[in-house]
């Protein structure tokens, strides 16, 4: 307790969404510890946000916590997802700051000091930004510059491709967080628009320590459709828009095909070109009925408030 009477020390809360992780979780707390010692103005702790896992990782957190006081838990009472976890972390963190990562060491703890220096030079949000590498696969990598193109053209944000949710955040930001409870969560796209002063920090990736990546193909897919659908109604335009486009273009045809009548008596215009436009018209409809239906799928999932997740264990 030196020098604490005079300033306290800054509490620093490390969050991390765990789906399992029971051959990691040890492993991060004792790279945090290594990274964090020399930096003693700071006190810190880890929260664990175990989220539904099936494998031993509950049990590897009650130990942890039971042989380390700065550690604790939180426990999902099934898997509720990253978002979810790292919102959880979110609304029960205590800190000056809150550092959210993930459990697989593919966030370097050896970056953390770095992200405090920049908090407290005065950033409030400091986040990573991924450098890819041949650690990240050439599918992930693809994918996800793809998705962040469409998503920034879409949503009017400017997201760094490869924003992560590896990220300081400061108390203030972590209450303007709290306040949110939309339904289908993108925490990047959100801390990208509650503004504050933030600084993105560069960092390669490292390998995943053990086990396996969480993040299916499905999880993927939802995370993007979250993304831009709780960020944009664009879609919708286009879909309008693609309707005009082929209504304007079977006038079209329309024309064509009596100017044809006229010209070319005897030619009956095949029934090919018909079948085709039917089913293109077709086509468009289903996709913008479809589009229709994922937004009033979550004003529905909206207006029914659930909770994001639900605990069923803390320690
Ligand atoms: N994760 C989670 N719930 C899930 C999927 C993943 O809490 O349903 C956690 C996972 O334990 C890890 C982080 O989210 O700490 C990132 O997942 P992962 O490393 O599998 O994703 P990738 O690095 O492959 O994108
Ligand atoms: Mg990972």
Known sequence: MTGSSVTPRKHLAIVVPAYNEEGNVALLRD????VLSPLDRYSWGLLFVDDGSRDGTLAALRALAASDPR????????????????????DAADGDAVISMDADLQHP???LPRLIELWEQGS??????RQDTAEVGAFKRATSRLFYRFFNSLSGLDLDPGAADFRLLDR??????????????????????????????????GTRHSGSSKYTF???LRLASD????????????????????SGLSGLYALYAVAMHFFNRNTISGWTSLLISVLFLGGIQLLSIGLLGEYLGRVLMESKRRPHYLISERG
């Open 218 to 220: 499905a999880k993927m």
């Open 227 to 246: 993304g831009v659908l709780s960020f944009s109604t664009k879609p919708l335009r286009l879909a309008s828009l693609a309707g005009c486009l082929v």
């Open 31 to 34: 790279r945090i510890a290594e």
């Open 172 to 205: 203030k930001v972590v209450e303007a967080v709290r306040r949110i409870s939309e339904s289908g969560l993108f925490l990047r796209g959100m801390i990208h628009w509650v503004g504050f002063r933030q600084v993105a920090v560069p960092y390669q990736v």
């Open 124 to 129: 409030e949000i400091v986040y990573t930004v």
């Open 71 to 90: 550690v604790r838990y939180l426990s999902f009472s099934r898997n509720f997802g990253h978002q979810a976890a790292l919102k959880a972390g979110l």
């Open 109 to 111: 703890p050896e970056l």
